[in-house]
């Protein structure tokens, strides 16, 4: 018994010790890779397949944790309107803090003018043309591309909102057959636990990955691309910062009465996930675990984060209507509030048809511009040098924006366990970065006990 006790603690102090050490790697792999893209930047840009195979990686378990994380919260719920109600709010949502987003971007730009005195090559012009991505869809072709050709396709082909469709449709399925689809749920969840451990053993080539997209970034853009658009740079992050802190903070601080930093610090390896690979993606299913470790309940966490991660991009907005208007600026036809406008909103519905694609800000911007404003795509060419170090920024702004909408949302539906959320944020309740799920172990959470209306979900739990 005593030998028991004593081994008890020790094994979850290894874990963490483990981890942790993994992440100081990720920043020293950083560092290095800074070095080598200034030093040898020809070698840096010849790195990017390790940055790309590492975000891949990450990618191949999107599919299976967002089908399993739904289809479990769904499943083990009674009434399917709470589904829909969390749908809808996160959706008037997520519209609502775009256009915030938006005006923001609008605010700042019009006062910084930070493409004034530009000129531009034809060189810039054409490799501006050369973004215009034939991937972003018209609204009605990206309705129906949520629709997968076969079920099992919208594992197949990385489609997130694929994914989310099948899912909801397998959960509501499960829910309509009751305690004969128990099993069902409880298959699942065993799958779930053995995706999120290999997601775990995954993580552990995040310093490789982070070595090379750094690399790849500083070689290929350089100082002198850093030095001539360092005004849009620095307001666009000054924008963001803004944008997160003050809006944001204040959202999180009236609807759940939560300090934005300390959600932050609970989020920090997330964060810095994010900014070794310039990819959001990279982290969403770490942000899935987590908040359900928070205190979300999983209907909350499996509908919002998906679906922001299309919808609630709010650094990508920023993003559009600042490089809208340095363009034009740049290009000596600045727009006036009256063309702004339009063109803006219209990039707001065009975002949504390039969810998925990749390096979606620019050719989202591309696209818009050559549909509603085609004498700025030239100006494309201005950005695309520094694109990558501002889509850090993006990338980091919309995963904030998400993981704030999923507390509120939950908060707006009763679905957070106010109690949980503080006891983790004060780290009495350490995430376990081993199997990135809670095994109701030492007071451990999980998801279906918090649920208000339902059957067999504590004998699912103890599965």
Known sequence: MTSAADTAPAAPKAKRDRTHYLYIAVIGAVALGIAVGLIW???????????????????????PIIFCTIVLGIGSVRKAAKVGAVGGIA?????????????????????????????????????????????????????????PVTFVSAFTEGQVLQTLLVALLAGFALQAMGSVGQPILRGVEHIQRLVFRILAMVMWAAPIGAFGAIAAVVGSAGLDALK???????????????????????????????????????????FLLILSTSSSESALPRLIAKMEHLGVSKPVVGITVPTGYSFNLDGTMIYMTMASLYIADALGTPMSIGEQIPLLLFLLVASKGAAGVSGAGLATLAGGLQSHKPALVDGIGLIVGIDRFMSEARAVTNFAGNAVATLLIGTWTKEVDRERVDQVLAGH????EQTLLDDGADGGHDAHAELPEQGGDKELAKA
Do not use: W
């Open 429 to 432: 309740l350490p995430f376990d």
């Open 228 to 270: 001539s658009l360092a005004v849009l740079m620095v307001g666009f992050y000054i924008t963001c910062l803004l944008f997160v802190f003050v809006v944001l903070g204040t959202l999180l601080r009236v609807v759940a009465g939560l300090n934005i930093f300390m959600l932050f610090k609970y989020l920090a390896r997330e």
């Open 41 to 63: 930047p020809d070698f840096g840009v010849e790195l990017k397949p390790l940055g790309t195979g590492f975000v891949n990686l990450i990618k191949m378990m999107i599919s």
């Open 91 to 147: 959706l008037g949502y997520f519209m609502v803090m775009s256009l915030v987003a938006l005006a923001i971007g609008l605010v700042v730009g019009n006062i910084l003018h930070p493409g004034d005195g530009l000129h531009l090559t034809e060189a810039l012009k054409a490799s501006g043309h050369d973004q215009v991505s034939a991937d972003a869809l018209p609204p009605v072709e990206f309705a129906l591309s949520i629709i």
